[in-house]
């Protein structure tokens, strides 16, 4: 079992070698609502630690995916794209975004574990 | 300081994510998010807090229908008691000030606002009336909207009669020992009905709806209810840069007042006469990328050609939706258009209003 980390832009990282699985948390879902639009990075793209790396949008707003490591994107989720409610369904694992050959290893570190993620979430939406 | 209606305290017990809507404080949505609201609405029956609308009631008699129609483009004159008619208020270029849904009422007129409009509508009619009446904008009344097709079952339950009105009318009813005023109409493009109600008995007659099947739903599902029936929403949609012409509500007008006069008028005879050079269409977008308010719309050639003014997901047509604003020549059905979303081009075509359309019961009208 891998360690699942988090960003402060609502983002979770699940890393496995060198491959780093990314999503939305569930705390972001809730704030969104409901999801009706994704769109993804194409594959082969490289993307930079908080640069932008997809689009969610809710019946109320649409907000930028940022990608919380650098990498190469290798795999992207088409089942989220066909159908964002799956988003909502179950944001931290089957509706992951894309998957990253991640560049450097040590911007992981910059990242929060859980706990500090929902004392974050909860801190911030108050 | 923000205000509150009369339901604030039923929303919060319902789980409201509040939001402040012109000046209240108003439920966005409840626990269940607004596309299974909106589809509630669509199947069984929602029920509406929009107490934030103005409930503006006008008394006198002899010339206050006359006085009326020199400030709004309807034959008042035709109208029954307690039937309902869609108008606007315009000022002399025919822009629209708000737009409004009057009723003809005992011994006056019952005019519902819009809530970010109210006070300024009340200050331009009384003027434009010399402040020769008794105009009465009632801040003790709820308005609560009742929409969809089990709406009519469900409020008969609780006021004998109702389930008889036809759409666009309206009447006087009882709620345990009071009255209350009621139109068939709404917002949504579902048949419904709108309960004028004191405020401290808003709250027991919300309970009763609930208790008989019916759901709290949100301002953001009347939103996409709204989108899908084609409808406009004051100061998106509709506003004071646009005429009802360019709007495409045409139909709004009595045809028996185009000659005559009221604010406006001539330029509303005028782009009857020579049409107009942009004007509100449908649009779809050919993938589900949503084209929001303010969207720049290009031609197949790339000319910029207009502006959406309302987008969002529609939930019932299962598709991207949305309206906006284009030069005439690129307003006929089917026509080519790009959306910029996000820097890049979207293709969509211009269609049909309204995207979601109800098979309405026999008998009953929709207008």
Known sequence: ?126 | MIKKTSLFNLHKKHNAKLVEFAGYEMPIHYKDGIIQEHKFTRSNCGIFDVSHMGQLFIYGKENLTQDLENIFPIDLEKLNLNQSKYSFLMDENACIHDDLIITKILEGYLIILNAACKEDDLRIINKKLNNKYDLQLKEDLSLIALQGPEAKNILEKKVEGVSKLKFMNGGNFKFSDINIFITRSGYTGEDGFEISIKNNYAEKFVEEMLSNGSKMIGLGARDTLRMEAGLCLYGNDIDKNTTPIEANLKWAISKNRIDTDYPGSKIIKKQIQLGVEKIRVGIKPENRVIARGDTKIFSNDDKEIGKITSGTFGPSVDHSIAMGYVDRQYSNLNTKLFLEVRGKKIPANVCNLPFYKKNYVKGEINV
Request: aromatic residues 8%.
């Open chain 1, 1 to 126: 079992m891998s360690d699942v980390k988090y960003s402060k832009e609502h983002e979770w990282l699940k890393l496995d070698g060198d491959i780093a699985t990314i999503g939305i948390t569930k705390h972001a879902t809730e704030m969104l609502g409901d999801i009706v639009f994704t769109e993804l990075p194409e594959k082969g793209t490289s993307v930079e630690k908080d640069g932008t790396a997809g689009v969610v949008e809710s019946t109320k707003a649409a907000s930028d995916v940022y990608t919380p490591v650098s990498g190469e994107v290798i795999d992207t989720n088409q089942a989220i794209v066909d159908d964002p409610s799956k988003i909502n369904q179950d944001p931290e694992n089957s509706a992951w975004f894309f998957k990253l050959k991640i560049k450097d290893p040590s911007e992981i570190e910059t990242l929060m574990n859980k706990d500090d993620y929902d004392k974050f979430a909860k801190e911030t939406s108050a």
